[in-house]
Each structure stands twice: as C-alpha cells, then as structure tokens.
T-cell receptor, first 115, second 111 residues
C-alpha cells in the first residue's frame, strides 16, 4: 500500500460524458502528479501540482482539467469523453517538487472505460 | 520529450543478467527508474542525480552518463520476481516538475 488513494477504481461511461477522478496523496506529500496509461502503453504525464499550484503541464487535452485543493487532494476532470480516453489514470505523490523530488508513490489507478 | 528505452522487451532465464538502456535528446538533471508488474502500480527503484554516484539496490544497479544523456539499469542474477515492465523517467532540471517516462521495457524471467 503506497498510501495514495484513488477513487473510483473502475468507471464505465459513455462518449460525451464527464467524469471526475479523485486522488488523496500520502500524508505529508505536497506534490501530486497525474499520468495516463493506455493499454500496454507507457505513462503519459498529464499535469502536476505542488501545494495547490500548478507546476508542470504535459500532454493534457483541453477537455481535461485538474486542481489541487487546500487539503492537498486532487481531482482530474475529463469532459466530452471519447473512446480514446479509455485508459488507466494514475495519481502519484511525492514530498518535493521537481526533478530532484525523490520517490513518486503511485496509487492503484482509476480505470476508465468509455463506451 | 519522451526518453527512448531499449530493448523493448527481453526474456531471461532465472540467474541471467540484463541491461536496460534509457536515452534522452535533452540534457538531464535526473533519471528515475520504476518497475510495474502486470495490473499493478509502478514502484520506485532508484533515482540518479546529475553529478551523483551510481546507485544500487541488492542485485539491481544503475548508472547515469550525463554527457551522453543516458542511463542504464543493470539486473544481475535475475529472479522470477524481477519480471515486469521497467520505466525510466527523466527530468531536465532540478526545479522542473515534469517527470517524463519512456515507453517501457518488458522483462520476463523464466525458470
């Protein structure tokens, strides 16, 4: 158990819909990262927050948005869903931000299926 | 830009050694290695920082050549438990938060 909690674990929805994925980082971790992993693919970096502020952005679509709240949990919002958005979405947390930031602790992921 | 890993896949017999390479077209500050078993989340192995020393963890070690912007992960005397997909992640600066992962190397260890 990494200490990172993601909900829901599984989500099935239809094209055009909107979903929200939630992440609670490890106690004490200020950084939250979101990654997308499609079937048998690598980890695509989406976005990162540090203590409530956006720190880095990757290949995140305009239909996707995220935020980190004062209690440090984070939400990833996916709207106007398409079939290609079906993937495993990982949240990870770390104490520090940046390339020197140490170990990332990954949650178990939220598996999104768009039908 | 995504680092490039090689090989894409490798099959070993238990006890054999393997090397996984990771290269980037950008100057690197740090290289991170993770292992992901099927159906599970990635798990941290080690970080190598610019100017740092080669790291090791039991029979898994890694090196970081800053000039060549490359890192290699060495798995010695592989065990069945080493099976999984190995990802390298790279960061270009110490303050940049973007940790970009390669496409992964699938390692299978057999009896």
């Amino acid at each position: 158990d990494s200490g990172v909690t993601q909900t829901p674990k599984h989500l099935i929805t239809a094209t055009g819909q909107r979903v929200t994925l939630r992440c609670s980082p490890r106690s004490g971790d200020l950084s939250v990262y979101w990654y997308q992993q499609s079937l048998d693919q690598g980890l695509q970096f989406l976005i990162q927050y540090y203590n409530g502020e956006e720190r880095a952005k990757g290949n995140i679509l305009e239909r996707f948005s995220a935020q980190q709240f004062p209690d440090l949990h984070s939400e990833l919002n996916l709207s106007s869903l398409e079939l290609g958005d079906s993937a495993l979405y990982f949240c990870a947390s770390s104490v520090l931000a940046g390339g020197q930031g140490g170990e990332l602790f990954f949650g178990e992921g939220s598996r999104l299926t768009v039908l | 830009q995504q680092p490039v890993q090689s090989p894409q896949a490798v099959i070993l017999r238990e006890g054999e050694d393997a090397v996984i390479n990771c290269s980037s077209s950008k100057a690197l500050y740090s290289v991170h290695w993770y292992r992901q078993k099927h159906g599970e989340a990635p798990v941290f192995l080690m970080i190598l920082l610019k100017g740092g020393e080669q790291k090791g963890h039991e029979k898994i070690s890694a090196s970081f050549n800053e000039k060549k912007q490359q890192s290699s992960l060495y798995l010695t005397a592989s065990q069945l438990s080493y099976s999984g997909t190995y990802f390298c992640g790279t960061a270009s600066t110490g303050t940049a938060s973007k940790l970009t992962f390669g496409t992964g190397t699938r390692l299978q260890v057999t009896l």
